[in-house]
């Protein structure tokens, strides 16, 4: 009678803080319930090795296991223990978010990034690669046509000038 058995996933056990930030002013028993319900990622050690289905957090640059919470404007992930530094629990007023600047962030969290999501950013990077390439190579030869009038200037110069006295 009253007691219920609750299943936990094994992502119960990372609700504790990992050490990553000097301290924290989330309650942990408010932390541990936003993970329990899957409102939040759990804290799962950050790696300074990148390794096959690990995400990279933007802001402290480690990677982890699980998935990471998702930013619900931009969709840009962060760890937890980034997340409860940048939110605190009773904010003043609403913040920003720290990657698009939209206002009341909030994040959420959807588990591990499927093959096809991985293949996607994949090919956006890949996207954004070429993009920077071929717009450097345009700036060079903007550069190269630039130098070349202004060569031709400076030799119209010579040209035009009258010789020097003797």
């Known amino acids: 009678m009253g007691n219920k058995f609750v299943k936990r996933g094994p992502e119960s056990a990372f609700t504790k803080a990992t050490g990553l930030y ?9 932390v541990k319930k936003l993970i329990n319900k899957k409102k939040i990622a759990p804290r799962y050690p950050g790696r300074e090795e990148q390794g096959p289905d690990l995400d990279e957090c933007p802001i402290c640059f480690l990677w982890y296991p699980g998935g990471l919470n998702r ?3 931009c969709r840009q992930s962060i760890c937890t223990e980034c997340f409860l530094q940048f939110k605190k629990p009773t904010p003043a ?3 920003q978010c720290p990657f698009c600047n939209a206002q009341n962030y909030t994040v959420k969290f959807t588990g591990v990034k499927s093959k096809e999501e991985r293949e996607q950013i994949e090919q956006e990077e890949q996207l954004v690669i070429e993009a920077k390439m071929r717009i450097r190579k345009e700036e060079l030869l903007q550069q190269e046509q630039r130098e070349a009038e202004l060569a031709a200037e400076r030799e119209k110069r010579a040209k035009e000038a009258p010789p020097p006295p003797s």
């Open 22 to 30: 000097p301290k924290c002013e989330w309650d942990d028993k408010t």
């Open 71 to 73: 930013s619900k404007c």
């Open 93 to 95: 007023r609403p913040i």
